[in-house]
């Protein structure tokens, strides 16, 4: 195999076309870039020696499938609901596919037809879903391997702004797809706690969040994510008393958050009229009661059961939702204008650090001995283009990548990287790059 | 014309169908009733020497054709989402249509080609809607005949328990589909208030309810429909500052159902694991932490900021959703459980009555002068049979299909009854057989 195709040139795949075409140098094979934006493309090849630029309208069927056709592995960093063409026609000129997304039940469906093709059909192998997979699962077999049973499993990530450019009360700032921040949680959470299935809803989520120790770091904000059960199976973890997957913010944001989803401003579902004509403060102003004498700032107090000159009126303030500014946006649901007014307030400065954290902890029994391990990564961005979000969620790709082309891997199907053969090379370079998970091990004392 | 074919013979058919058949012995008309349940409707035509009971299944397009072919007049009963296919054949074989149902987005469409065909396809001709839009428009189209300018239109409407009918806590039982009570106001409802548009998200509905005063019955509660602003239109009040649409309840019914929303039993997005197997106490456990040495009643209460021995706990207790009984329903939804535990609490007993109000309230300025004017109707039903929601909901169709059949309707097109040739002679006829709305007149105070 010589000839590899990424699809998509955005800033997601920053990291993994450098990889790759360093890669592609050091074992002469070909990369070929496509997007549809020709410039974008040609400015990530640059001038690598082994590195081709191509304009590709991936809705043109030809002109995909000839390009799909000369390749021997595909890489889509396309938006997910764009994936199943491309993966049906890998199927079809039996080429293997590696993406960074959710693996959809469509998706799924394909793994049969995938595996009597000996192809390698890889999702979820960027950060999260993908890192977190695959630290995870290189801690839970080699505890299984000392005969250790775990009996809880809990997983945090966040996406931050480093501790040195965090300088507005939020201390947030967006760091990759600022509609899916605007949208975080919605429907129900779903965990299980000491055996019990549990939910939580969305409108109680941001006031439902716990606070974890990151080691090295200090305390954190955590809320569930909304898919932890579904990873007891992927995990081997099938009965586990205990699994929950969460998000971490820095301390004060949940709170604060709760007020824009108490208020409705989160919502996507319908949009406000006249949105193009009103103001910030107007749209406020649609969500509490025309009746009595109060301060609108007083109004929006009430609603969200806090003091008028609290700390989270405080942050809602900062970011301009009160003024009397216009929006300037057509039909536009709550969280588009939402995500409108925080672009400005929350953007990444060109020399500002974003900062990734993510941590493991296993609580497990091992000879009658209660024990925790905790397996702790933290990784600073360089700057606003070279971020640590782009690096963790290119490197992976990238390397599997490179196991890919080297006839390495010999798990076929559609999967997500919970095997050794996957997660052992690919944390180990990693790791040789300076992205290392640091490990603690202690004895736990008994619960009162 | 003189062939009337009713499609649906269920509970929401049964005045209805007893009002065509009276109509069609005095006017020697047929009607056929056709069910897929052909028992069904068999009873509901009885004896009656004009009427006709056949077997239907809908999606069997002959058999459904072939009856069609031969009305004049079609009323469907259907479901809503049914509606569609037997609009299309009304269009292709130039027959009347009349339902109760809202009239869809797709169902508006037709309306061209009806008119074109001469055909008239009227909706919204039951209750809420119907009763209210012709209610409505009878007292819009009376203050501005006077020369009168509407600055506030309010419209309630209850479909409740009659006091003598009324024992239990929350001073509600189902008279209509229990599946559209437990989801009522999910998203977001939207009306306009002094010439502000306002936006209440579902989990802040059933706080945020008014109280309101019902001539000749009291105070209840309202909380706002979804739908206010749509109707600006069809009410001909386009830059009215004040338009509300709303649902009475019984005082402390919301406070009390607010409860269920926020712990998230109102949910219909997913289902329950194990939903089966488990007591409605387990269920509840779900939504609460596994944390603290507090007692289930204790944790609940506090979610929902209420005291343990509150009253809105005691309604709660009383619905058994504490209790260790096993729910029994496979693959459930919050939704689907709350409703099936519900049905046994809330269900109108054999002798028991219900009632519905419908109150609008109009302030107005006429001549200088401000003004307020309220039209009242209050009806309750005999038994759990003939109810007065089923009255409520026939009768206006039954009125209205007689009218089409004498050929004394011309207003053709797609259409909801908001015209005076509709609503003098249903409300006439109404007010003949006692369904009175009783009116009011007052100077208004200025506000302070």
Redesign the interface.
């Known amino acids: 195999m010589d000839k590899l195709l990424i699809i998509g040139a955005g800033r997601a795949a920053s990291s993994l076309i450098s990889y790759s075409l360093k890669a592609a140098e050091e074992n002469d094979w070909e990369v070929i870039v496509a997007d549809y934006d020709h410039q974008l493309a040609k400015e990530k090849v640059g001038d690598a020696p082994n590195g081709k630029a191509v304009q590709l309208d991936i809705t043109d069927i030809d002109q995909r499938r000839a390009l799909l056709k000369e390749a021997d592995v595909v890489a889509s960093m396309l938006p997910a609901n764009l994936h199943m063409e491309v993966a049906r026609d890998c199927i079809h000129f039996e080429k293997h596919l590696i993406t960074a997304s959710y693996v959809s039940p469509e998706m799924q469906k394909l793994s049969e037809e995938a595996h009597e093709k000996n192809l390698i059909f890889m999702g979820e192998i960027g950060l999260d879903p993908g890192l977190d997979h695959m630290s995870a699962m290189k801690v839970i077999h080699e505890i299984r391997a000392k005969g250790g049973y775990i009996d809880a499993f809990r997983s945090y990530t966040g996406g931050l702004v480093a501790p040195e450019s965090d300088d507005n009360p939020w201390h947030y700032k967006f760091t990759w797809n600022p509609r899916n921040v605007i949208l975080a949680g919605q429907?129900?959470s779903?965990y299980i706690?000491?055996g019990?299935?549990?939910?939580?809803?969305y409108?109680?989520l941001f006031s439902?969040y716990d606070m974890v120790d990151i080691k090295g770091m200090g305390e954190y904000e955590m809320y569930a994510n909304r898919d932890s059960?579904m990873y007891r199976k992927a995990y081997e973890l099938e009965d586990i008393p205990t699994l929950l997957r969460g998000t971490l913010r820095h301390k004060g944001f949940c709170d604060a958050w709760n007020a824009f989803v108490?208020?409705?401003l989160t919502?996507d579902?319908?949009p406000?009229?006249?949105s193009g004509q009103i103001t910030y403060r107007q749209l406020l102003?649609?969500?509490v009661?025309?009746n009595g004498d109060l301060s609108l700032e007083e109004k929006i107090a009430n609603?969200i059961g806090e003091e008028v000159d609290s700390e989270v009126m405080r942050k809602m303030k900062w970011t301009g939702i009160f003024n009397n500014e216009k929006i300037g946006l057509k039909n536009a649901t709550?969280a588009q204008i939402l995500e409108h007014l925080l672009l400005q307030k929350w953007k990444l400065e060109p020399d500002d650090k974003d900062m990734i954290i993510m941590q493991h902890e296993f609580n497990y029994e091992m000879s009658g001995e209660k024990r925790q391990r905790t397996s702790t990564m933290v990784l600073k961005g360089e700057n606003s283009v070279n971020t640590a979000m782009s690096r963790l969620v290119g490197l992976p790709l990238g390397i599997f990548l490179k196991l890919v082309m080297k006839g390495k891997i010999a798990t076929h199907g559609v999967n997500i990287p919970v095997m050794k053969e996957v997660y052992d090379p690919v944390l180990q370079e990693l790791e040789e790059m300076g992205i290392r998970f640091e490990e603690e091990d202690v004895h736990l004392e008994e619960e009162k």
């Not at 019990?196 to 809803?201: E, G, R, S």
């Open positions: 429907g129900t779903q706690e000491r019990k299935l549990k939910y939580i809803p409108h109680r439902h059960l108490k208020i409705g919502d579902s319908y406000i009229v006249h102003g649609a969500y009661s025309e609603i709550p």
